[in-house]
């Protein structure tokens, strides 16, 4: 059974208001965050509060959670744009060392070709993480020239929204080639012989981020003052 650390973070309060996690939410916003869950409503309409101003809170709690996500997702894209250059920077030297065994010193390829792939695949799936959070994805943009700037952001939702749907469909095919070559211990089966979880981790990984970046773009489409 594969073990998962997780952070939890509690916030708990006899007659917890929105005002007041809202409060305690702002005051932590150096602290990143993964996942909120809330359990609130009833302390605050038991507290003679009228339905607008709850409402309000509301929709005040939304802003900030979404604000944390997308900061979230901004330093998560940034991290992965620096390990794709890293990992690409990495490739280059093994190619280079590569020759050098080869030509110069007459030696035996054993690990190079395969490592100088796994690197090539994980900045791919990683990296397309940082390209899509600075929106450098090849597109064809010519379209937009014949609809309204509302109807560009539906179209963006929609090829994001199928996007989306994708990088789950991958990211469940993924996780079952990563879990079956854990499981059986899969390799290559080259002289090398690195375990092939190794590489299907990395495609699993990069379609997670994928959805989460996604997730992040849908969000700021919707909140665009030319789509409300």
Excluded at 88 to 116: D, G, P
Excluded at 208 to 227: G, R, V
Aim: glycine share 4%; hydrophobic share 50%; charged share 20%.
């Amino acid at each position: 059974m594969q073990k998962f650390n997780c952070k939890w973070k509690i916030v708990a309060e006899s007659g917890l208001t929105t005002a007041r996690l809202i409060e305690l939410v702002m005051k932590d916003s150096s602290d990143p965050f993964d996942l909120a869950i809330t359990a609130i409503g009833m302390n605050d309409i038991v507290a003679g509060k009228n339905s607008e101003k709850w409402i309000g809170e509301m929709l005040l709690l939304r802003e900030v959670l979404q604000k944390k996500y997308l900061q979230l997702c901004d330093y998560i894209a940034k991290a992965c744009g620096a390990f794709a250059v890293l990992a690409l920077l990495l490739s280059i030297l093994v190619i280079v060392e590569l020759v050098f065994e080869r030509y110069f010193f007459q030696r035996a390829i054993t690990w190079q070709t395969e490592l100088v792939t796994m690197l090539l695949v994980a900045s791919t799936f990683i990296g397309s993480v940082y390209v899509l959070s600075e929106k450098a994805h090849v597109s064809m943009e010519w379209i937009y020239d014949f609809l309204s700037k509302k109807n560009i952001i539906r179209l963006k939702i929609f090829t994001s929204s199928i996007s989306l749907l994708f990088f789950l469909i991958l990211f469940y095919f993924g996780f079952l080639m990563f879990e079956e070559a854990f499981t059986k211990n899969y390799s290559t089966g080259t002289v090398w012989d690195p375990p092939l979880w190794i590489p299907y981790s990395s495609m699993m990984l990069g379609a997670l981020l994928m959805i989460l970046q996604y997730i992040a773009e849908i969000i700021k489409l919707t909140d665009d003052k030319d789509f409300k």
